[in-house]
């Protein structure tokens, strides 16, 4: 029975703790911690964590966090942690920054989470190099970086950690960040499973099943998975719920059962396992000889997968909305899930768009894309469902010759990957259309830019991911000359944007603090598949290959002192790329001449440095490298915006235009504007994008 913690007690205990070091015994606590009698190690710990005791004020702060032995309270969690992290102890430095990085109790920060993990990890918690491995895979606050990953991984596995070793195991097992490597995989996740770690057991489950560094054996997977969600397993992995259930999915290593699948499914729904609600929603959305379908029911487990993050769940809704199952027809949102799953490298949603493409659901029929879209399916047949695995068997068993395409209807082309040169232009405009084609499937963006430009501009109409955009204005600089026209591009920038159906934040003069609040409040705000578009005026500098955005309360003593207080523009990317945005546009108007230099200080230079934009990212500077950006064209200019974005407040409201090729119009009338008066301004564009988005679409 949970004890339930009464919180008068606890304020009115406020004023102790955290005030007094009590040098208690807490070795009573650690003995009943070894052997998970929470309630025992509450009752010795409680009175100490009050008195300021930090190891208890840390195992109070797992209780709460947890709900183990008391009432879950995310509150009461922070507030002991915190108070022995002000103590360094390192535990709580690791839980506390685990509390950051998910936003349990606080709001989620992953600069804190970072930062506190690195501390904790200097003092040797392999927890913490463990969760420094975690940010690094994904990139959380971070650049994605699976070697870098593999490295904090290696740091807690060697330290005896059960789930860094998993996870190490697991980066062997993919060859990700490090050499692919079965028998590295299998070592690292023994060591983790004779730990009992649920993770360890369920990669030694994927290494059985598929015959990775072990011989390939059904009967051990099964055992291995079983184990890992087990209630006496630490850290149960309830993925494995749904490793099991898709073994008698696809038949792999076992006769396939669907029946079977479903009753472990039907287990990891129960446990909130959204692999195994995709699964379950599969199963459901056909029924078997036993199961009735359950059409409803398919479409609610797949929304619910796709809710909580799982984008291969997009494939079935696409699937779903498609044939009606569960939820009306709807083409369009079909193929929006569909495109969007591929895009995230789900295999079996080019086999569905493969099939609209052959069949004209909803689009123009095109066989040639289709047979990118199947071919590519082809060479990945191992990551296939039965169903689409089968389509695309039969579909590649029919072809006696390569996709006939629409221009060449009357005669069969010869297959696709060894068509001849021939002078003939249709045939040359074939050759030339694969080959951007196959490009675009390289960076798993294959149609975008093979469908016609009035398709993107009518899918843009009805197609609409919602739009959020962060944008900022910085005039009253304290220590640095201030400027004129910044907050005043912001708010007009701001304005135009609400008229295009953006969700604006708009901020002006910002110190350092709200910056950075503003920033983590955007970021809380955005969602996978949102269009986004973060807006900076003000003053920025260079710092070797980087460039910081200031905020009004910069002194700039020195080059340490702005790296550490300003905002370095490639962590805002960062941020964004880490939403999974479907389109992201950063426009830094702060290429002004270098703010420190009246000051004598010699930090930075002017300008802002070349940058790099991530996949599905633009970025664009009111300036080149080493470049000024121009406030005025002259003393009679009383134009009340700067250059730059006076020009582009005029292009981005004009409809029909894609983006990028309204940022190249801006550079052109820029470039043209600034030489009128004998200066050398040209904005620098890099764009990372593939597909046409759009301003203004009416």
Not at 403 to 424: F, G, L, M, Y
Not at 512 to 536: C, H, M, N, P, W
């Amino acid at each position: 029975m949970k004890i339930r913690f009464i919180l008068n007690f606890f304020f009115a205990m406020g004023c102790v703790l955290g005030t007094v070091t009590a040098k208690a015994d807490y070795r009573g606590a650690d003995q009943a911690w070894e052997t998970k009698n929470w309630e025992k190690v509450f009752s010795e710990c409680n009175a100490d964590a009050l008195a300021g005791e930090k190891n208890c004020q840390s195992h109070l702060g797992y209780l709460y966090k947890n709900g183990h032995g008391v009432e879950k309270n995310l509150a009461l969690s922070v507030a002991f942690l915190k108070k022995c992290t002000a103590q360094q102890q390192m535990y709580c430095e690791e839980m506390l920054g685990d509390s950051y990085k998910n936003g349990l109790g606080v709001r989620r920060d992953y600069v804190e989470a970072l930062r506190l993990f690195k501390l904790s990890a200097s003092k040797g918690n392999p927890w913490a190099f463990n969760n420094l491995g975690n940010m690094h895979r994904v990139g959380q606050g971070v650049p994605k970086d699976a070697a870098l990953a593999a490295q904090y991984y290696r740091s807690a596995a060697d330290l005896g950690n059960g789930l860094a070793q998993a996870n190490l195991a697991n980066l062997f097992r993919l060859g990700s960040g490090v050499d692919k490597d079965g028998d590295s995989a299998f070592q690292w996740a023994q060591k983790s499973a004779k730990q009992n770690f649920g993770a360890g057991w369920n990669i030694l489950g994927l290494l059985y099943r598929d015959g990775l560094g072990v011989r390939q054996d059904a009967a051990l997977a099964i055992d291995a998975f079983k184990k890992a969600f087990d209630p006496s397993a630490n850290y149960r992995s309830l993925i494995a719920y749904a490793n099991l259930s898709g073994m008698y999915y696809a038949g792999k290593g076992v006769p396939m059962k669907w029946d079977e699948a479903a009753k472990w499914s039907e287990e990891g729904v129960k446990n909130k396992n959204r692999e195994s609600m995709q699964l379950l929603s599969s199963i459901l959305a056909q029924g078997t000889a036993s199961i009735p379908a359950n059409h409803s029911r398919a479409f609610q487990l797949a929304q619910e997968a796709y809710d909580l993050g799982l984008l291969a769940a997009g494939e079935n809704l696409g699937w779903y909305y498609r044939d009606g199952i569960g939820t009306t027809v709807d083409i369009v949102k079909s193929y929006k899930y569909f495109f969007d799953a591929y895009g995230n490298g789900i295999t079996g949603a080019a086999v569905h768009l493969g099939r609209m493409y052959l069949d004209g659901r909803g689009i123009n029929k095109d066989p040639v894309i289709a047979h990118q879209y199947l071919l590519e399916a082809q060479s990945k047949l191992d990551q296939l469902g039965p169903g689409n695995r089968k389509f695309v068997e039969s579909y590649f068993a029919s072809q006696t010759a390569a996709v006939t395409p629409p221009e060449a209807s009357v005669r069969p082309s010869p297959p696709v990957a060894a068509i001849p040169a021939q002078p003939d232009n249709t045939q040359q405009m074939l050759l030339d259309r694969l080959e951007k084609m196959q490009k675009q499937l390289e960076s798993l963006q294959a149609t975008a830019n093979t469908v016609q430009q009035s398709q993107l501009t009518q899918q843009a109409q009805v197609i609409s991911a919602p739009r959020k955009a962060l944008v900022i204005g910085n005039n009253n600089y304290q220590h640095v000359s201030k400027l004129t026209n910044a907050k005043e591009d912001a708010a007009a920038i701001a304005k135009n944007l609400n008229k295009l159906g953006y969700a604006v934040s708009l901020h002006v003069d910002l110190n350092e603090k709200t910056f950075k609040q503003a920033l983590r409040e955007f970021r809380g705000s955005l969602d996978g598949g949102d269009e986004v578009l973060f807006y900076f005026a003000g003053h920025g500098v260079q710092l070797g290959a980087s460039n910081y955005l200031l905020p009004i309360d910069m002194k700039g003593d020195n080059e340490e002192q702005v790296k550490d207080e300003a905002i370095e523009l490639q962590r805002v990317l960062d941020d964004l790329k880490a939403r999974n945005s479907k389109f992201a546009l950063a426009i830094i108007d702060a290429c002004r001449d270098n703010p420190f230099k009246q000051s004598g200080r010699a930090i930075g230079g002017r300008g802002l440095a070349p940058t790099t934009a991530a996949t599905g990212q633009m970025v664009m500077f009111s300036a080149g490298a080493g470049q000024q950006a121009l406030d005025k064209l002259g003393g009679n200019d009383k134009d009340k915006n700067g250059v730059f974005t006076r020009v582009l407040l005029k292009e981005m409201t004009k409809p029909g235009i894609s983006v990028d090729r309204v940022l190249r119009n801006v550079r052109n009338e820029v470039v043209r504007l600034s030489k009128s008066i004998g200066h050398e301004q040209t904005p620098a564009l890099y764009d990372q994008t593939v597909g046409d988005f759009f301003f203004s679409i009416k």
